[in-house]
């Protein structure tokens, strides 16, 4: 089976009957997916690859894009920008995809942007935080449909108005996502007139906090910005839980998902967090949205499934307004897409390829009787206020 | 002048004396012979000329030239040829690529990083008639570590003979060879230095073979030397009988 | 040299038939081969076991990105100057590790490699630390062409680095300078006692066996467009010496086939398993319990013994 | 918050940290001082030792019985494969050691994926040590004073174990003058095995010890066999006091160096392992190299 691998096999083969049905004779859209399904990010890789199977089987079951099945190239990276770079060409090369979804950590999505243009190949990005994608990196082939670090931080940083707190510190995973959302962060905190007393960033994959924990609480700080996700995230809120961190320091973090609530249970009580989907939204598109996703997994999305359904989403709006999958064609169309999603409104701009979007704020609480605790939305912010200036990564007011 | 020269050399290992205050020369052209019963500090005093070790007091010279702190290869460099105690040879090379390996070292671009045609038919040169002149050219393509015992240790004089040296240094050249085999070396180094033109020191305690090739002898006992002189006349020494020779004599 | 010119016409011929993501294996496989060949200058030639090879391709491809990213320099000249200073370099390092023998000159080596992964880890403005150097450019030149920027171009540039390094190589090793080695392969101290500065030797080689690792690591760079620690981790180091000792130690020819065949098999088994690396560890085994002298030594064996030097 | 609980906090976490790596460095020490044979699957077997640790615990829900049960299984292991592959290379040069080993940690990553999957698992920390004690006033987990603890008993049980039974005199003569042993009649290939078990059983310990703490996960190997190494190389290859010094100086230089200078941790530790070799080839306590 020539240029075909065997999991881009079992992939159309699990959305094979309805594929059959509504697309006969028709060529496949090929999608790309490399993403991290081992690793310290192993997770979010699992939660994107739901959200792009769920939406996939929806999508062909809806007769597909341009009466086109959808057939999705899926390939782990391990997390590895290098590995990232091989299975992306690999992909497009070998399988033909000129479609790319996937690259979980932001530093993968940078190692692989600047490939697009000999490609010829179009990225959309569901989970990518790093400002520059949008920004200094910016290439015409990327688009980025989901909340960026930059907007997460600053819903944080809006909400925060509100609060009185004495000092600011910040931790985040050392790569390229953790280190711009902490600068965008320390911005923000230093332009309200804020104190920012430090940051400190762990190695990805770290294990053992409790020096980093050490540092937090000998600085003397009243918060704490936490900018990890995946197995770093989990160690880190269980670790900080153990010491007692909680009690001098009010935890805050620019993402909550529920995986990370799940792993490390009573512990992230109270956290505070901008998030950039859960399944609390309001709203009955997101109520739809969740229904179906119950049906088929027995439990609600979770945050990157909720990120990549609006990514592919956004992507069928602009293929079925290009008429094509053409990179120039589809780039243009793009430009221009406005959907109604489960986040509400969201405009694609021409200027950096960023997804207007609200920003939210919630709160983990544990309700009354309920087995987990669950993430409680506590303050919305609008598009216009979270979204950066075009092509920037701070804020000026 | 002398072609080497021990001055007071001394060599001390923590609180044990090896070699204490040795003084002694060898002329250009004779063969000596440095002997002693074990522990006589033969072996580190053969490491000191070689360079082996360092001195811990006293000089090496050669040929003038005082050489004490140099390295191995640096007194090699000046002409000073060794074999060693227990056969050390390239086992995998043919007796012909060990002997031109050996010349190669004496000349200036052995070093040379590409091509070097001319050197290696130099090197060649000189080390087939070094196999010639101890009758191992019938085997000059087997690969060395194939050879017979007695073989092997021809063929590292043939080595060191390669390099045409101003001084050959030998280490018990005879060490761990059958009674036939010592015998058949001893004829063909005994002809090999009677031909002349070489300067030799050997350090040796099989007696039968240091009276049938050395000129010279230095006899050392518990590091320092006791005797110095002809054969004959260090045989008659009483000094040297008591400490060493027994009832040789 | 026959064989030498046939292997390279049919490389030549091989953009013409071939679809593009085996031209990107094909490009690999050449580079992979170039990186191994030049650890088997030391591994093979003078019993320098190093288990930090990948101290000169990190070296090499770092070097490379920041001159591309940086400079104008033309592709070509990019990736000698590259190889060049990851050779100059070692000098130090090799100064340092020739100072033990055996398994301590392994362990130094690879000291020296993990040094570097740190450094490298935290050196964000020359390495981008953990996100790594992104969209390293092929620049054009020399005289304008873009020639080397084209899929194809590279190829050839890749090729003709492979053969000229390789050329390089097997003029060194049959010099008066290999035979040298050689002498330090089978008895470094005969070879001291000789007259040789042994430790000098062992330098060269190490810095040629850089210089060539270090291009390898510069054609790597442009080739993947990104370039990051995992290019100095030990991990790569140990892939390598696997594919020089399974290929065939001291005959140059051997590691370059090593390299291709690991690099060909992980490709397909890739296809079917995430588990290759059992295969990689399996085989390597078994190569050094049965045959320590690799596949090309097993076929030479077959034939009768040539007189080579 | 003052200084002197901070430093008096962080000093027993370096601690329970060289702990960890001590059992790591004497296992491996250990059977380089008798077999001459650097076993780069060392950290292989840790992180073994880590994942039959949570298998354990989940079957018999037993913290205790995984300290017993997985040393003796990954010892076991490394005993078998002394026998079955490394008794082969005897007679060959060390570098043959090194290489086998480390086509075996391949293997032994592999295997451990497609057996406990890639996910990093978590192993529960018994119920008596899980809480946390306040020492002046800064909280501390109970669990890193045991790993401490445990670090010293141990350190304390082979000690005794060379010195004082029939077992540690053989090895201690094996390592001395293998011929010699086996002329007095003790089959020094049994001794071997022994040993290569031993040490492979002493990084088991280290693995399930580790496992609450880090989770048993596939990048233990890695860095477990790197950090080992520098031990050792730090105290001397066959030291056993040197392994104890190593770690605890490598510990020492983690947990504060990340603590003050986080971007030079890591090179520090090199830097430091390279000066050592460069001065004393052989290690603080080693033989000439």
Known sequence: ?397 | ?249 | ?309 | MDVLPFLVTQCLNALSQAALLFFLGCGLTLIFGIMRIVNFAHGAFFMLGAYVGWSAVRLTGNFWLALIAAPLLVGGFGAAFELGILRRLYGRDGHAFLMVTFGLTLVMGEVIRLLWGVEALQVQIPAALSDIVFILDEPFPIYRLFLAGSGIVVGLTIWQFLERTRLGLLIRATSQNAEMVHALGTDVRLVRSAVFGIGCGLAGIGGVLAAPMVTASLGMAPNAVIDTFVIVIIGGMGSFLGSMIGALLVAFVQVFGSYYFPDLAMAFMYLIMLTILVVRPGGLLGKEA
């Open chain 3, 1 to 309: 040299m026959r064989t030498t010119l046939a292997v390279a016409a049919l490389l030549a011929l091989m953009p013409l038939g071939l679809p593009p993501y085996a031209m990107t294996l094909l490009t690999e496989a050449l580079i992979m081969g170039l990186f191994a060949m030049s650890l088997d200058l030391m591994v093979g030639y003078a019993r320098l076991i190093s288990f930090g090879h990948a101290a000169a391709y990190g070296l090499g491809a770092y070097t490379c990105g920041n001159i591309l990213l940086h400079t104008d320099i033309p592709l070509p000249f990019a990736v000698l100057l590259s190889g060049l200073f990851s050779g100059t370099v070692s000098i130090g390092v090799a100064w340092v590790c020739t100072q033990a023998t055996g398994v301590s000159f392994s362990m130094l080596t690879l000291a020296f490699a993990q040094l570097l992964y740190a450094v490298a880890f935290k050196w964000t403005d020359a390495t981008g630390a953990s996100d790594g150097l992104a969209g390293i450019p092929r620049r054009p030149g020399p005289f304008g062409t873009t020639f080397f920027a084209s899929k194809i171009g590279f190829y050839y540039l890749t090729m003709a680095c492979l053969f000229g390094g390789f050329l390089f190589a097997r003029a060194l090793v049959r010099s008066p300078f290999g035979a040298v080695l050689r002498g330090i392969r089978e008895n470094e101290a005969k070879t001291l006692s000789l007259g040789y500065n042994t430790r000098l030797y062992k330098i060269a080689v190490v810095a040629a066996s850089y210089m060539l690792g270090g291009m390898a690591g510069a054609l790597y760079a442009p080739f993947a467009g990104f370039a990051n620690t995992e290019l100095l981790f030990w991990l790569l180091s140990g892939q390598v010496l696997i594919m020089v000792i399974v290929g065939g130690t001291g005959t140059l020819v051997g590691p370059i086939l090593g390299a291709a065949f690991f690099l060909f098999v992980q490709q397909q088994l890739s296809i079917y398993t995430d588990s290759w690396a059992l295969f990689f560890g399996v085989i390597f085994i078994g190569f050094v319990l049965f045959a320590p002298q690799g596949i090309l030594g097993l076929a030479r064996r077959g034939r009768p013994t040539e007189q080579h030097r």
């Open chain 1, 1 to 397: 089976m020539p240029g075909m691998h065997r999991r881009a096999l079992l992939m159309s083969a699990l959305a094979s009957p309805v594929v059959l049905r509504h697309a006969r004779g028709e060529t496949p859209i090929k999608i790309g997916m490399p993403v991290a399904l081992t690793g310290p990010a192993g997770e979010i890789g699992a939660q994107m690859r739901r959200g792009a199977e769920f939406w996939a089987k929806h999508t062909n079951a809806k007769g597909g894009l341009l009466g086109r099945p959808i057939e999705l190239v899926i390939q782990d990276t391990g997390g590895d920008p290098a590995s990232c770079v091989r299975k992306a060409q690999d992909v497009v090369e070998r399988d033909g995809c000129r479609l790319l979804f996937g690259m979980t950590l932001s530093s993968e999505a940078l190692a692989v942007v600047p490939k697009l243009a000999e490609w010829n190949a179009v990225f959309m990005s569901s989970d990518n935080g790093d400002g520059r994608l949008t920004g200094s990196s910016l290439v015409p082939n990327f688009f980025r449909a989901n909340t960026s670090g930059p907007m997460g931080t600053r819903a944080v940083s809006l909400y925060l108005r509100q609060a009185q707190f004495k000092g600011f510190y910040a931790i985040g995973m050392d790569y390229a996502w953790g280190r711009n959302s902490i600068g965008v962060f320390k911005d923000e905190i230093q332009k309200a007139g804020q104190n920012f007393i430090g940051d400190v960033y762990s190695p990805i994959g770290t294990k053992d906090f409790s020096t980093y924990i050490a540092k937090i609480r000998q600085s003397g700080a009243d918060a704490c910005f936490i900018v990890m996700q995946g197995d770093d995230n989990a160690a880190f809120l269980s670790q900080a839980k153990q010491y007692r961190l909680p009690d001098k320091v009010q935890l805050l973090t620019e993402i909550v998902d529920l995986n990370s609530i799940a792993a490390t249970g009573d512990a992230s009580i109270g956290l505070i967090g901008s998030s950039r989907y859960s399944f609390t939204f309001p709203g009955a598109a997101n109520a739809e949205f969740v229904e179906m996703w119950k049906k088929e997994y027995k439990t609600v999305p979770d945050t990157f499934e909720g990120e990549q359904w609006q990514a592919g989403q956004v992507l069928a709006a602009g293929i079925a307004a290009a008429g094509s999958i053409d990179a120039e064609k589809l780039r243009v169309a793009l430009e221009h897409v406005e959907i109604d999603s489960i986040k509400g409104h969201v405009k694609i701009r021409a200027c950096d390829h960023q997804g207007e979007q609200q920003g939210f704020m919630v709160k983990v609480v544990k309700k009354e009787g309920a087995a987990k605790p669950t993430p409680e939305l506590i303050a919305t912010f609008p598009a216009d206020r979270v979204t950066p200036g075009c092509g920037k990564m701070t804020y000026d007011s």
């Open chain 2, 1 to 249: 002048m002398s072609l080497l020269e021990l001055r007071n050399l001394t060599k001390r290992y923590g609180g044990i004396v090896a070699v204490n205050g040795v003084s002694m020369t060898v002329e250009p052209g004779e063969v000596r012979a440095v002997i002693g019963p074990n522990g006589a500090g033969k072996t580190s005093l053969f490491h000191l000329i070689t360079g082996v070790v360092k001195a811990t007091e006293g000089e090496v010279l050669f040929d003038g030239q005082r050489v004490t702190a140099m390295p191995a290869f640096g007194r090699c460099q000046l002409g000073m040829s060794r074999t060693f105690q227990i056969t050390a040879l390239f086992p995998e090379m043919s007796a012909r690529e060990n002997t031109s390996l050996a010349a190669q070292a004496r000349d200036k671009q052995r070093w040379l990083p590409l091509g070097g045609q001319a050197v290696f038919a130099e090197a060649a040169r000189r080390g087939d008639a070094a196999l010639e002149r101890l009758g191992l050219t019938h085997v000059a393509h087997r690969p060395a570590g194939l050879l017979s015992h007695g073989d092997q240790r021809l063929l590292e004089v043939a080595m060191a003979l390669a390099q045409q040296p101003r001084l050959l240094l030998m280490d018990e050249p005879t060490q761990g060879l059958s009674v036939e085999e010592t015998a058949q070396a001893v004829e063909v180094l005994g002809s090999l230095f009677a031909a002349g033109g070489l300067t030799v020191l050997l350090v040796e305690h099989d007696m039968e073979v240091v009276f049938r090739l050395a000129t010279k002898m230095t006899v050392l006992h518990r590091g320092t030397v006791i005797a110095d002189g002809q054969p004959d006349a260090v045989k008659a020494d009483p000094a040297v009988q008591d400490a060493y020779l027994g009832g040789y004599a």
